[in-house]
């Protein structure tokens, strides 16, 4: 298999993976953050595990669905890196209208052969 489609598998995995934890399970996200992670939420920077996994669990709804429109992944550096930018749509229960969002991960390999989350930037798109 070649690099690119093998960078666009692990990508897509990730996505699914994620999305499918934060709609679901969103406590266990802290598995795929590490303790020098950044998370720039809407403008706020948030870093380290424990930080980033109380900022997405006390966001103010519980329940919510991820609709992925693109998911579009890079090689990044020499180091085995991967970079994965997502465009959707977030639907949340009682809301008549969907929020548009695009978010961008910057993974890095482990010592156990995954990945984690080392960068990770979140924008809800108004208009």
């Given at each position: 298999?070649?690099?690119?489609?093998?960078?666009?598998?692990?990508?897509?995995?990730?996505?699914?993976?994620?999305?499918?934890?934060?709609?679901?399970?969103?406590?266990?996200?802290?598995?795929?953050?590490?303790?020098?992670?950044?998370?720039?939420?809407?403008g706020e920077k948030?870093?380290?595990?424990?930080?980033?996994?109380?900022?997405?669990?006390?966001?103010?709804?519980?329940?919510?669905?991820?609709?992925?429109?693109?998911?579009?992944?890079?090689?990044?550096?020499?180091?085995?890196?991967?970079?994965?930018?997502?465009?959707?749509?977030?639907?949340?229960?009682?809301?008549?209208?969907?929020?548009?969002?695009?978010?961008?991960?910057?993974?890095?390999?482990?010592?156990?052969?995954?990945?984690?989350?080392?960068?990770?930037?979140?924008?809800?798109?108004?208009?």
């Amino acid at each position: 298999m070649e690099m690119e489609e093998q960078v666009e598998l692990v990508g897509r995995a990730f996505v699914d993976h994620y999305y499918h934890l934060f709609d679901n399970d969103r406590a266990s996200l802290s598995s795929l953050y590490h303790p020098m992670s950044l998370l720039t939420f809407e403008g706020e920077k948030i870093q380290g595990v424990e930080d980033i996994s109380r900022k997405l669990n006390q966001l103010p709804f519980d329940q919510c669905v991820h609709i992925i429109s693109t998911a579009d992944a890079q090689p990044s550096a020499p180091t085995g890196g991967i970079m994965v930018f997502v465009s959707g749509s977030l639907k949340l229960p009682g809301e008549e209208y969907q929020l548009r969002f695009s978010q961008m991960f910057h993974l890095i390999p482990t010592q156990h052969g995954s990945f984690c989350v080392q960068n990770d930037i979140f924008r809800l798109i108004y208009g």
